[in-house]
Nanobody, 122 residues
Framework: QVQLVESGGGLVQAGGSLRLSCATSGLIFSNYVMGWFRQAPGKEREFVAR????????IYADSVKGRFTISRDNAKKTVDLQMNSLKPEDTAVYYC???????????????WGQGTQVTVSS
């Protein structure tokens, strides 16, 4: 079956960096637009970043633009999120997403990982 497994979350001080990784199995990875979303306590899940099937295009939420970088390795079937200059407001559970469109919204047919917690202390 399709599996998306995130790793790399943790506790970091404001201004620090973390690198999230999502390992996938059971899907034709290069057929999917891959992305990251996040959900903070009491808030709705929100878009963070997405990358095209070939990796030549990416889009970011305004709140993370210039600080976060999404990348993918189609041979390894992984997608990463490099997060720099982290802020307390970046604290959330981060979810890996496999979808069809390079957009900022998710679809009911998207596939999700279980999430990884990122906590940024001030």
């Amino acid at each position: 079956q399709v599996q998306l497994v995130e790793s790399g979350g943790g506790l970091v001080q404001a201004g620090g960096s973390l690198r999230l990784s999502c390992a996938t199995s059971g899907l034709i990875f290069s057929n999917y637009v891959m992305g990251w979303f996040r959900q903070a306590p009491g808030k709705e899940r929100e878009f963070v970043a997405r990358i095209s099937r070939s990796g030549d295009r990416s889009i970011y939420a305004d709140s993370v633009k210039g600080r976060f970088t999404i990348s993918r390795d189609n041979a390894k079937k992984t997608v990463d999120l490099q997060m720099n200059s982290l802020k307390p407001e970046d604290t959330a559970v981060y979810y890996c997403n496999a979808g069809a469109l390079l957009t900022t919204t998710w679809s009911a047919v998207d596939t999700w990982g279980q999430g990884t917690q990122v906590t940024v202390s001030s």
